[in-house]
């Protein structure tokens, strides 16, 4: 089945820098590759999601870049906020597996220094 | 749009007893709803994946007849946690998908459960 492994598992950026967090796939069928932001106690809310047609997408602040060749995916983060502050899942799903389930990530936890 | 609800948010109950916890779309139909676990500072843990009107696909590990999953209709799924022991305290979410063959997961607000 899928692995997916995420690094860092802790990053602390200053206000203002970036963030960047990256993660590896490992079965080439999958083409859906999605982050999520998970504060404290509450539900997964998709930040956002690439398919494996485009290699960048970019969302104000945050983008995600895909390289399939090499099967890892990186979020980017620019000018952080303390808001941003959070867990962050990735996760891959393969529509080819016919039940699009997801495999996440092991988090990684961004803590913005004010 | 794409609101997921769960029931309830938080359940404290004795060990042997079961636990029902629900997971509703409120402004749309889920043909297919996943329900995970998740440890503290943990990552998200497929249990099962429930498809409305058929029974539920186990992820490997997870016992079938403990965790009952029912989706019986496209707006509701039920897990039920059977003879809950403390182990089994943890925090449960939900997700559901809102057309098949569209990727986007939508995820419950999650139940902790504390199994005493």
């Known amino acids: 089945g899928e692995n997916v492994e995420q690094h860092p598992s802790t990053l602390s950026v200053q206000e203002g820098d970036s963030a960047v967090i990256k993660c590896t796939y490992s079965?080439?069928?999958?083409?859906?590759f999605p982050w999520y932001k998970q504060e404290l106690g509450k539900r997964p809310q998709l930040i956002i999601d690439i398919r494996s047609n485009v290699g960048e997408k970019k969302d104000q602040r945050i983008a995600v870049t895909l390289n399939k060749t090499a099967k890892h995916f990186s979020l980017h983060i620019t000018e952080t906020q303390p808001e941003d502050s959070a867990v962050y899942f990735c996760?891959?799903?393969?529509?080819?597996?016919?039940?699009?389930?997801?495999?996440f990530g092991t988090g990684t936890r961004l803590t913005i220094i004010p | 749009g794409a609101v997921v609800s769960q029931h309830p948010s938080r359940v404290i109950c004795k060990s042997g007893t079961s636990v029902k916890i629900e997971c509703r779309s409120l402004d749309f139909q889920a043909t297919t709803m996943f329900w995970y676990r998740q440890f503290p500072k943990k990552s998200l843990m497929l249990m099962a994946t429930?498809?409305?009107?058929?029974?539920?696909?186990?992820e490997q590990g997870v016992e079938k007849d403990k965790f009952l999953i029912n989706h019986a209709s496209l707006t509701l799924s039920t897990l039920t946690v059977t003879s809950a022991h403390p182990e089994d305290s943890s925090f449960y979410i939900c997700?559901?998908?809102?057309?098949?063959?569209?990727?986007?997961?939508?995820f419950g607000p999650g139940t902790r459960l504390t199994v005493t």
């Open positions: 429930s498809n409305e009107g058929s029974k539920a696909t186990y």
């Open positions: 996760a891959a799903s393969s529509e080819a597996r016919g039940n699009e389930k997801l495999t």
């Open positions: 997700s559901a998908r809102r057309v098949s063959g569209v990727h986007e997961q939508y």
């Open positions: 079965d080439s069928a999958s083409n859906y």
